[in-house]
Structure formats: C-alpha cells, structure tokens
C-alpha cells in the first residue's frame, strides 16, 4: 500500500522570503558583511553548477551536493522558480530527481559505497521543499517521497547488534550503524514527519536511542561509533542537534556535550572533516542558544569570512561546492528559513 504524503501548500514559500532578516551582528563583522559573504557563497554555487544541477568535484554528479546546494539557497530565502536563483534551486531539483532510481526506490545509485548519505540527503532536500514547487515537479515528489521514505525505514529495521539497532550506515541493508549517515537519515525521516509523511513515532524514537548509545559518557562528546572516540569533534554537535530536534531539548547529555563542544571547536579549522564539523557544530549551539552560541558564533564569523575565496566558495577538502553549501548553512542557521531546523522559540527569550 502506497503511503501519502501532505505536502505543504505553496503559500509556504512566500513565507520563507517574508521572514528573512538579517542575523544579529557578531563581532568586528555587521549584519550586511555576514550577508555579503552568505551572498558570496551562493553566487558560486549558482555560477558553478552545471546546466543539469550537478556540480563540479568529488561527489557532484551523486545528487547529494545538489542537495545540499538547494538547501544553502533555500536556507537564505530563496525559493524555486524566483526571480533571484530561482532557476538555480530549479536545477538542483530536477538533477536529484533524475538520480534516482524507481526500481530499487534508491538515491543512492550512483555511489553504491555511500549510497545511503546521498539517499538520505537527497530524500531531506525534496521533503523540505515540497510544497513550494510547480504541480508538475510535485507530483513527481509525491510519487518519490513515500517509497524513499520506506526505504529508509526498512533499513533501519535491519536486523543489528545491540549496539547499531535503530542506527543506519552505508547501504541499506548493512547490519552495522554510524553516527555520521545515521543523522542524515534521521533528519530525513523527522522532515517527513513534519510534512505529514507516514513515519512511524517509534522509528524516530529508536534513531535517538541509537544516538544517545553513541556517547563517550566521559567528557560527553558524542562519536562515530560507540566504544570508541572517532570524530568527536566534528560530531558532537551532530549529536545535541539529533536530540534536540527531536524534543529533548536541554537534555542533560545535550548540555554535557557542549561544554566538550566549547573546549575544542576552535581546533575544527585543522579538522579534516572541518566543513562538515562547522556545519554541525552551528547547528546543534544554535538550538541551545545563549552565551555558548553567541560566543561560537562570533568566532565562526571571524575565523570563516577571512577564508572565504575571491569566487565566494571555501576550497576546503576536496569539494568546494560542497564545503561552501554546508558553510553557508552553518553562517544562516539565524535566518531560520529550513523547517528541518526550526527550534524551541522560547530559547534565549529574555
């Protein structure tokens, strides 16, 4: 039985523009700077991407970086069919569309090994911009999004160690789970959930489940495997956005983990995952807002705008266009534009 999806009305798109505003000022850098470096960014991905929607560099033929693209613009505002990178936006849809694969109801195709970081991406982007879109490229959501769904919740019941049960990890039908694609997934499903899709309460509650086990209880970081300490630092602010999103908001391990957080993000420039650290890192401190955020966030501003290229990208790791969208979606997590990451709106209330 095919599963429906409510997808959002289009009036939903006038909002985004309506409600964006310029973030509070941080720093040496005003409000117009942090925008003309947002700006920045997204005129290079608009100028590189290719007349399909791919993109140049490792993994832009995937559809995993279209997406991401389509959510740095939308992140800003920008919305599918505007006049302003209207047909950019078009374009990443069209290309993640045409990736995937009706058959095996996959995304992933294109890069069997990490197949399952491109299907969840790809799967979150179309979620969060359904509604928005021409009745021609919705319908053809309407068609994608429940099998992709289903998709992704099959692997999660995957049979598994105690250890990996309710996590993902590379395709779907492996038995172990990591931290890194198993956020992914669960960001995906919750945006499903949000627009009405048929997600089950007790998949997200066993995702978070999975995401608590991943916890060095130490120092309170969270890690890409449990028992061990891999990429703390560039997934400990993945952790307190996973469980933040998903209404446990000032847990207590949330809170211990960005006390780690505060202690080390100054070493994510030399991180080799940096851009993909930055990206969590802001969004899991904006969810718990305060002094942690405000000061994190003015140093991301500092230390990131002075890296930012001449062409508007950041040429970190091997992929500029994909180093480039996950920072600006780090640099507008005020603007509050995606729905995926709307937070507790009494946070930092006076």
């Known amino acids: 039985m095919k599963h429906a999806i409510r997808f959002r009305t289009l009036a939903a798109a006038a909002l985004l523009l309506a409600a964006a505003a310029a973030a509070p000022a941080q720093g040496v850098y005003s409000d117009e700077e942090i925008d003309e470096s947002i700006e920045a ?17 490792k993994y832009g033929e995937t559809g995993a970086i279209s997406a991401l693209a ?15 990178y209207g047909d950019a936006i078009d374009r990443c849809i069209d290309f993640v569309v045409s990736v995937y694969d009706p058959p ?6 294109r890069l069997e090994g990490s197949g399952m970081y491109v299907h969840s991406i790809c799967t979150l ?8 879109v021409d009745p021609e490229r919705q319908a053809k ?25 309710g996590g993902w990890r590379y395709r779907p039908l492996s038995n172990d789970s990591d931290m890194s694609c198993s956020g992914w997934c669960l960001m995906a499903l919750r945006s499903a959930s949000l627009n009405g899709g048929q997600v089950p309460k007790e998949s997200i509650e066993k995702a978070v489940e999975y995401v608590r086990k991943q916890r060095n209880p130490g120092e309170g ?11 703390a630092r560039t997934l400990t602010g993945a952790g307190i956005l996973y469980l933040e999103l998903c209404g446990r908001h000032n847990d207590e391990m949330s809170l211990k983990a960005a006390r780690y957080l505060m202690r080390v993000y100054k070493e994510l420039p030399a991180d080799g995952n ?19 955020w405000k000061v994190f966030s003015d140093w991301m501003y500092r230390t990131w705008i002075p ?6 990208s950041w040429s970190e790791e091997e992929s500029p266009a994909y180093a480039t969208s996950l920072l600006v979606l780090a640099f507008t997590v005020p603007y509050r534009q995606l729905p995926i990451y709307q937070r507790d709106e009494t946070v930092d209330e006076d």
């Open 274 to 292: 940096r851009s993909y650290g930055m990206y969590y890192a802001a969004q899991g401190l904006f969810q718990l807002g305060g002094e942690n």
């Open 104 to 109: 095996s109801k996959y995304f992933g195709k």
């Open 70 to 84: 389509g959510m740095a613009f939308l992140a800003k505002g920008y919305t599918p069919g505007g006049e302003k």
């Open 125 to 132: 982007f179309l979620s969060e911009i359904s509604g928005m």
């Open 307 to 312: 890296r930012q290229k001449s062409d508007g």
């Open 141 to 165: 959501f309407d068609e994608i999004l429940p099998d992709a769904v289903r998709l992704l919740l099959d692997a999660q019941n995957v049979r598994k160690g105690e250890r990996d049960a």
């Open 221 to 231: 970081s969270f890690v890409y495997q449990g028992g061990g300490n891999g990429s």
């Open 41 to 57: 960014g997204l005129a290079y991905l608009s100028s590189v991407q290719r007349p399909d929607g791919s993109f140049p560099g």
